[in-house]
Each structure stands twice: as C-alpha cells, then as structure tokens.
C-alpha cells in the first residue's frame, strides 16, 4: 500500500515538472507538490540552478494529497510550518538537483494528525560558470555595483574530458573526485566583492585526489544587495531596460555589525536570527524599481527584542 502510494506521488511529481517546465527557456518556473508519505522530494534544473521562490509544508487546502485520506486527516486547512522557506532554500538554492529528506522537513510536525504536502514553486536561474585546470588563475568578476557570490564550487575531477593537458591517463581517469569544502572556501574568499582572483592549486583547497590532475568548476552569481534597518526602507533598482529578480529576502540579523550603531548589547547579540520571506519578490518581482518596507509587521517578528533588519539579494535581467 504503501509503496504503491509512493509511486503515485512520483508519478503526480513528475507531471507537475513537466506541465510547467520549460526546459528551453532560462528563468522558468517550476512547481513541485509531493505528499507526505513519500520519502524523498527532489528539484531540478536542466539549465541553470535553483532558486526557491516559495515553500509551504503543512495543508492550506483540502484538495492536495487528498486521495485516500480520511475527512479528518484534511479537516485543518490553515496548518503550515513556520520556516520551510529557509530550509529548502538553505539546501536547494544554487544546485542544479537537489533531493530533500521528506522526514527531515517534516520533523516537527505543524499540525498532527493531519496529512500534509510540501508545495514548492522555483525557478532555474542561468548562473556564471568557470572551469580552470590545476596551477592557472582563476579570476571571478561582476560588472557594476554587483558583487559575487559562488553558488556551487568543486575542485577535484569529475570528467576525463576537461583539463586534459596531454595529461598521461592516470592522471584523469579518476572522475569522482569531489571536495565537499571547495564551496565554502571560495565563498569565503569572494563574497561581496567585485572581482577574485584565486591560485588553483592543493595549497589554497586541499587535496581531495593526490594521483589526480584536479579543476576547479564554479557557478557564482553577480547580485545586488541592500540592506534596510528595521523600520527603515529597502530600496531596489535596475538599469533601464531591466527588471527586479529577487533573489532572496531575510529579515533578522546574522552578525553584530549590521545596523548596530547607537544599539545596546542586548538589541545585537542574537545573530541566529532570520525569517525568510516570499513577500518581497512577490511586490517588487518585475518591476525596475522597488521600495519595501522592513518591519515586524510585515514580516512577523522573528526574535523579539533584537534590532533587526533586512537583507534582500537580487538580480536584474532583460525584461524582454
Ligand atoms: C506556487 O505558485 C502558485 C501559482 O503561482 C501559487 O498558487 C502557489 O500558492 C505557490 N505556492 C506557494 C507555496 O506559495
Ligand atoms: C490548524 O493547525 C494550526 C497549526 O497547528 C492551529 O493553529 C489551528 O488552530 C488549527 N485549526 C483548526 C481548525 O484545527
Ligand atoms: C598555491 O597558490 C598560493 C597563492 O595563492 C601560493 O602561495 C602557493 O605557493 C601555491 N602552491 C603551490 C603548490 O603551487
């Protein structure tokens, strides 16, 4: 029963990906729904890598996943768990595939009892890809008043066919060379900044494959980014011509420096703080300029007590 159940859901999944895909065109939009009882929930993009834009786990209507549930399993339809928005973008954004754990997005239950579903609507963005072998320079750039920040990084080996170099065989055949903290060291190196230029060697990343000869592959994009104490406004613009993607909106504070003059102690200790709100994207989304408010009573208030504010990324692309 159960497996059968299982493979409704994958079924139902993949018809959703392929009614609203459109697989030729970057920047669109993809919707995925998958039930409770299944166990995994997985997102892709053929072109470019994800970008949630909306997440809800929990039942906002009586409709979905409603086959073979009881009236009692969809009696609440005002149930959703706080936070799912985070936790899907935290492991989906930037990845081309990303497969969630359904138990891990589903352990704390919002509403027991009742049979829920993870609605999840995304798009793929075309991100900035580079490749450089092992002992070049790697330069990463934003044109403008855009600054970098790396999506997905590896330095290790994962075809025979990059970085070949007249390389003897040994030396390339290994494809499975992955090394889990490229990411973050480029993030740190070269997030917020105009341009990077970094040496691809073992000194800088490590050695995930000593026989091998390594690459290093980064996709990264070039965004925007303003920041709007609480009670103040966030202002958006694009050039002409071009319109508002938002990429990301949070309000809370992750760091003591951020909108923190002339606070007490207490208002900026609390740096695990963050609500990560559709509402931005939703108002200001295609539109060349946009100005939004940055306040508990728009976005609920995530850690009373602290000064918070609101960080939103976002790009702008071509409207036509
Ligand atoms: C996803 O998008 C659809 C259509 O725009 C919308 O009806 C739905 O509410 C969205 N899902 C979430 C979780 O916001
Ligand atoms: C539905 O679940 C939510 C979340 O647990 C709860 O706050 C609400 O009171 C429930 N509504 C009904 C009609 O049971
Ligand atoms: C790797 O690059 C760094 C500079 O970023 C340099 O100091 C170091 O000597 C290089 N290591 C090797 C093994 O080439």
Same mark, same amino acid.
């Given at each position: 029963?159960?497996?059968l159940r299982?493979?409704?859901?994958?079924?139902l999944?993949?018809?959703?990906l392929?009614?609203?895909?459109?697989?030729?065109?970057?920047?669109?939009g993809?919707?995925?729904?998958?039930?409770?009882?299944?166990?995994?929930?997985?997102l892709?993009?053929?072109t470019g890598?994800i970008?949630?834009?909306?997440?809800?786990?929990?039942?906002?209507?009586?409709?979905?996943?409603?086959?073979g549930?009881?009236?009692?399993?969809?009696?609440?339809?005002?149930?959703?768990?706080?936070?799912t928005?985070?936790?899907?973008?935290?492991q989906c954004?930037?990845?081309?595939?990303?497969?969630?754990?359904?138990?891990v997005?589903?352990a704390?239950?919002?509403c027991?009892?009742?049979?829920?579903?993870?609605?999840?609507?995304?798009?793929?963005?075309?991100?900035?890809?580079?490749?450089?072998c092992?002992?070049?320079?790697?330069?990463?750039?934003?044109?403008?008043?855009?600054? /970098?920040?790396v999506e997905? @990084? !590896? #330095? %290790?080996?994962?075809?025979? $066919?990059?970085?070949?170099?007249? &390389? =003897?065989?040994? *030396?390339?055949?290994?494809t499975?060379?992955?090394?889990?903290?490229?990411t973050?060291?480029?993030a740190?190196?070269?997030?917020?900044?105009n341009?990077?230029?970094?040496?691809?060697?073992?000194?800088?990343?490590g050695?995930?494959?000593?026989?091998?000869?390594?690459?290093?592959?980064?996709?990264?994009?070039c965004?925007?980014?303003?920041?709007?104490?609480?009670?103040?406004?966030a202002?958006m613009k694009c050039?002409?011509?071009?319109? /508002?993607?938002?990429?990301? @909106? !949070? #309000? %809370?504070r992750?760091?003591? $420096?951020?909108c923190a003059s002339? &606070? =007490?102690?207490? *208002?900026i200790?609390?740096?695990?703080?963050?609500?990560?709100?559709?509402?931005?994207?939703?108002?200001c989304d295609?539109?060349?300029?946009?100005?939004?408010?940055a306040?508990?009573?728009?976005f609920?208030?995530?850690c009373?007590?602290?000064y918070?504010?609101?960080?939103?990324?976002?790009?702008?692309?071509?409207s036509?």
């Open positions: 029963m159960l497996l299982l493979s409704t859901t994958v079924l999944t993949a018809t959703c392929l009614l609203t895909a459109d697989f030729s065109r970057a920047w669109s993809h919707k995925v729904v998958t039930c409770d009882d299944a166990n995994v929930y997985r892709t993009c053929n890598v970008n949630v834009r909306s997440a809800l786990y929990g039942r906002v209507n009586s409709e979905t996943c409603s086959e549930r009881s009236p009692q399993q969809l009696a609440n339809t005002s149930c959703f768990q706080q936070d928005l985070e936790a899907v973008k935290k954004d930037g990845r081309k595939v990303c497969v969630l754990d359904m138990t997005i589903g704390f239950d919002p027991p009892g009742i049979s829920k579903y993870l609605d999840t609507n995304y798009t793929c963005v075309p991100p900035a890809h580079m490749t450089a092992e002992h070049s320079l790697i330069h990463l750039r934003c044109m403008g008043e855009r600054s /970098i920040f997905n @990084a !590896n #330095y %290790g080996r994962q075809a025979e $066919t990059i970085c070949v170099d007249e &390389r =003897p065989y040994p *030396e390339i055949e290994n499975r060379c992955i090394s889990e903290t490229t973050q060291i480029l740190d190196r070269c997030n917020g900044k341009t990077c230029g970094i040496e691809v060697n073992n000194t800088v990343f050695d995930p494959c000593p026989e091998t000869y390594k690459y290093l592959t980064v996709s990264y994009r965004q925007y980014r303003t920041v709007a104490c609480e009670d103040s406004e202002s050039g002409k011509g071009h319109i /508002i993607y938002v990429y990301s @909106a !949070n #309000y %809370g992750s760091d003591q $420096t951020t002339g &606070r =007490p102690e207490s *208002e200790q609390d740096v695990r703080c963050s609500k990560f709100s559709s509402k931005v994207a939703e108002s295609g539109k060349n300029s946009c100005v939004f408010s306040s508990s009573a728009v609920g208030d995530p009373v007590g602290t918070k504010y609101l960080t939103v990324d976002y790009l702008c692309h071509g036509s």
